[in-house]
């Protein structure tokens, strides 16, 4: 009676058949399906056991939160047990497979389709597709029956899509086959798609070029959809070899470490007998300098268990280059084909350049990429140019091995890792700004926003998951950050430690008890506040060193308007141009060797000191922070490693919206520069936002409350995190606070977090912080277990970003006599006349609220993690 087998039937129901019932002509789902049915079961059945303090539902709040997250009880950091938080495995990283699933070739559409659908895999926490996208080409006899399971869908109750690749005959060139991805993918995101959705593919032969185009589809939307390819081929095809499309330059191969064990073909349908495709990941061989220079410090990290070598140069800008050159021809090879891809400040100052000359000037020709810089840029217009392309196609055919250096800021790293991507080249990132560096490589996601028109409609939308092969940072670069730039920074800096608060703690190992491996890299991250002085005193200095960056990004901007060529001293028309740029190229050099003298020579020895520690706490810090979720954990950022979307909804929505304006004010002549705010800026702000929303739902109050806003308040001496200015910007512009907040609104109903749990109209997704930092609610949403994401009404969104619109939120942190040392926070308004007599130095307010910390973490507080 007990003789059975486990299988799976409609919907992925689990069934026990019977032995007498498996025969040769019987057919069963394949193993890794029953699997996963089987892993849901578990899942549900651990949610639905899980014991849960009594719900409130509040008037701003569509879902309820449980005020307890965990009833287990946990041993003290010192303990015998062995919790997920101390074990650190050695892979984590699964292999790729595909199943191949069969097919009647006498079924209808609706039969197919209802296969397609109970049969393909779904992503975690969804029990059903939530949209059916269908891609055919334009002239494939699949085209039909691709119509015809559009109907099909329809006829379920989906919202059905049809889309077309462009037709075989036409001999797309690069370009045109890079258009057609995103104009695909865009389409898509407009249309709906969601993680949850199903992108199915429809070709009649099933061939290499077609799976190649499905596979790179379904890499494009960023927080995933779940890819079918459907095929009539009487030849089955291997979805994890290589796959290249038509043109040849964009490929895509699963066996690559790079991808971490992604494909996105999630299943094949066909006439033949089921199967299950699998190859083990190849080795993780990144550039890992074999001996350390004195002058170079490495900073540990690692994601899904690689080790990811990033190296900071503490010497001499010249010799940074120089090594950086050295290690790049010892681990490609001579005959390499670097393309140095640099955004307008770094073309400005000479960094990419510099780079790009010293490996043409050791035999190492490539190609030279300035293109423009910021968030309206991060789209894939920007950065498919058609040289770009032609020249990375052009090195595979002629059998030279590309190599995408992206040096600059985050958008330029992220954007052209998604380059590297989509060509299979190898990625190389040499960061120019503490983002760069600390936020920006510290993850394998490489993404484009949605943008048209210039107007951010959804950031970080389209993209992948893709690592470099080495980290490479000249730290004397950070000399002529902006002032916007360390803010944004520092903003970022302010939403770890609001989220992670003292993980290294008892009370932290409780709150993240089920990090997996979060031990090796735990950390008291509020130690970022001890260097506020260091912070102040790179504010300074680059403000009295401003005059000389200007002056070097005007002989830079000269230097590009000389030549429209891939190197700006190559193919000169004249002799006399060829003086002319020679000359700007001596200027700037000679300017900035005096700006970084300025730094160590006329700096105060206790000034460079605290700069230094700041700059090495900082990217320290939020290295640490970032690795102790993504080495084992949540390497692809889509369960627990969510957090790090703390404060982006709003920062995301306010973010683009301005950048809209910008442009505005940019046609018509108006001066934006005060109201300029960088990514982390927003979301240092939003860090404010998100405080005042949690203490309006009665979730973080008193002294919970006052630290959580004092980690932004305390660095906005300088008002890197007011509003004013932006509200200025507004007026000037006849923008009213109802179009302001709608505005940002509508760029957060398009967030990339949408479709993680259920939803209501009028609310989104969002996270919020309670009693504490570095304790933030859960959703008692099933879908959304693990994952610190919570559905917040558009009500409180809309009243938080109505008082930051009339400057509400624009204070500065100080504390009382010595004695006290009682914190406050000051309006802007009432600082303006006597600053320095109503606040205390930066380092005393710090050590108040370090103190403040530290007695919230002293409190007894049983059973209450996070996680």
Avoid at 93 to 115: K, N, R
Avoid at 263 to 275: D, K, M, R, T
Avoid at 435 to 452: I, R, W
Avoid at 515 to 521: A, C, Q, T
């Amino acid at each position: 009676e007990f003789d059975k087998v486990l299988t799976t039937c409609g919907k992925n129901k689990l069934d026990l058949l019977p032995r007498s019932l498996v025969c040769p002509g019987k057919e069963i789902a394949p193993s890794p399906l029953a699997a996963r049915a089987l892993d849901d079961l578990m899942q549900a059945l651990y949610a639905a056991k899980a014991p849960v303090a009594s719900k409130e539902r509040h008037r701003a709040l569509k879902s309820s939160f449980c005020s307890n997250f965990s009833v287990r009880p946990l041993s003290s950091a010192g303990g015998d047990a062995k919790t997920l938080f101390r074990t650190q495995p050695s892979c984590v990283l699964g292999t790729p497979e595909v199943p191949y699933l069969h097919l009647s070739s006498t079924s209808t559409a609706a039969e197919d389709l209802e296969a397609v659908l109970t049969q393909t895999p779904l992503p975690k926490g969804a029990d059903a597709f939530s949209s059916l996208h269908i891609v055919a080409l334009a002239d494939s006899p699949a085209l039909s029956r691709a119509r015809e399971l559009a109907s099909a869908g329809e006829a379920a109750g989906k919202s059905a899509h049809l889309y077309l690749w462009p037709s075989k005959s036409l001999e797309l060139s690069v370009e045109a086959e890079y258009e057609a991805f995103f104009d695909i993918t865009s389409s898509m995101i407009l249309n709906g798609a969601d993680r949850a959705s199903l992108l199915l593919f429809v070709d009649k032969e099933g061939g290499t070029e077609e799976m190649a185009v499905a596979a790179i589809l379904g890499m494009l939307p960023f927080r995933g959809v779940q890819v079918a390819f459907l095929s009539e081929s009487p030849q089955r095809v291997d979805p994890l070899q290589p796959l290249k499309t038509s043109s040849g330059l964009f490929e895509y191969h699963a066996e690559r470490p790079e991808r971490m064990g992604r494909c996105p073909l999630a299943a094949i349908f066909g006439p033949l007998e089921s199967c299950v495709f699998q190859r083990p990941l190849a080795e993780w061989s990144p550039l890992r300098p074999a001996t350390l220079l004195p002058e170079e410090k490495p900073a540990p990290f690692k994601i899904g268990a690689l080790e990811l070598p990033m190296v900071t140069f503490e010497g001499q800008y010249e010799q940074g280059v120089e090594r950086l050159v050295s290690l790049l021809r010892s681990h490609f090879g001579a005959n390499f084909f670097p393309v140095v891809a640099v955004g307008e400040t770094g073309d400005a100052l000479g960094y990419g350049y510099d780079i790009h000359e010293a490996l043409r000037a050791a035999g190492t020709s490539g190609y030279y990429f300035a293109h423009a810089s910021g968030e309206s840029f991060k789209c894939h217009e920007a950065y498919g140019k058609k040289e770009l392309l032609e020249s990375i196609a052009e090195a595979k055919e002629t059998g030279r091995r590309p190599v995408v250096i992206a040096v600059g800021g985050g958008v330029n790293g992220n954007a052209m890792g998604m380059i590297a991507a989509l060509t299979g080249a190898d990625f190389v990132e040499v960061p120019t700004t503490l983002m760069h560096y600390n936020d920006a490589t510290t993850s394998a996601k490489k993404a484009f926003s949605l943008v048209v028109d210039g107007q951010i409609l959804s950031k970080n939308i389209l993209g992948t998951f893709y690592l470099p092969q080495l980290v490479f940072c000249i730290s004397e670069v950070f000399l002529t950050l902006s002032f916007s730039s360390v803010h944004a920074a520092v903003g970022e800096a302010a939403k770890t430690m609001s989220m992670l608060g003292k993980a290294n703690t008892s009370i932290g190992e409780q709150d993240f008890h089920n990090i997996l491996g979060g031990s090796e890299f735990a950390s008291d991250f509020t130690k970022i506040i001890h260097t506020t002085a260091g912070f102040e005193e790179l504010i300074h200095f680059l403000q009295q060193t401003q005059a000389q960056k200007e002056a070097a990004m005007k002989a830079g901007a000269s230097l590009r308007r000389l030549s429209s060529a891939s190197a700006p001293t190559s193919n000169f028309t004249s002799e006399e141009k060829r003086e002319e740029a020679l000359s700007l190229l001596c200027q700037r050099r000679s300017i900035l060797d005096s700006l970084r003298g300025a730094f160590h020579t006329k700096l105060s020895d206790s000034a460079r000191t605290e700069i230094i520690r700041f700059l090495t706490v900082i990217n320290e810090e939020v290295i640490s922070a970032k690795a102790m979720f993504l080495a084992y954990s949540d390497p692809f950022e889509k369960y627990r490693a969510l957090l790090f979307e703390y404060a982006h909804t709003l920062g995301h929505g306010v973010e683009a919206f301005m950048n809209g304006l910008y442009r505005r004010a940019e046609a018509l002549g108006l001066d934006y520069s005060e109201a300029f705010r960088l990514h982390g800026q927003c979301v240092g702000m939003a860090v404010v936002w998100a405080g005042e929303m949690s203490r309006e739902l009665g979730h973080l109050e008193n002294e919970g409350y006052l630290a959580h806003q004092s980690l932004v308040y305390l660095f906005n001496r300088f008002g890197g995190f007011d509003f004013a200015p932006l509200r200025r910007l507004c007026d000037e512009l006849d923008v009213s606070v109802e179009e302001f907040c709608e505005g940002v609104l509508k760029v957060v109903r398009r967030d990339n977090k949408r479709g993680y749990c259920s939803c209501a109209p009028g609310s989104s997704v969002d996270q919020l912080v309670r009693q504490r930092p570095g304790c933030l609610l859960r959703s008692s949403d099933p879908s959304a277990e693990l994952r610190y994401l919570v559905e917040v009404g558009e009500d409180a969104q809309r009243r938080v970003l109505e008082r930051a619109f009339e400057g509400e939120f624009d204070k500065v942190l100080t504390s009382g006599p010595e004695l006290q040392q009682q914190l406050m926070l000051l309006p802007r308004s009432a600082l303006q006349d006597d600053f320095n007599s109503k606040c205390q130095a930066s380092t005393a307010v710090a050590e108040a609220l370090d103190s403040l910390l530290g007695k919230l973490y002293s409190k007894t507080e049983p059973h209450q993690s996070s996680s």
